[in-house]
């Protein structure tokens, strides 16, 4: 199973996203060509309604424990309670550009 695979496994069967998106960045640093390093997630889930900004990326990070910890270096998360998505769905989800490293 690839970690975007995984990653989406783990997210699905965690918080039962009504829109889920897993966004393999690792294309944009500096890493080797068929990385999966980088990532963006895009999550919309009623769980989070009850949750604030804090608990939120401390569930997704319990969920992904395993992959923090190896393959995956960088984590940007957009997550979001469905009424929350439903008022930012216009807005555009960028991440930054690269800030260094050396290629290997």
Sequence with gaps: MSVTESIETKIQNGVQPTHLEVIN?????NVPDGSESHFKLLVVADAFDSQNR???HRTINGL???ELQGPVHALSMHLFSP???QDAQHKEWASPQCRG???K
């Design 64 to 66: 992904l424990a395993e």
């Design 101 to 103: 490293g050396s290629k």
């Design 54 to 56: 804090v608990q939120r």
């Design 25 to 29: 960045e690792s294309h944009m640093h």
């Design 83 to 85: 009424k929350e998505w």
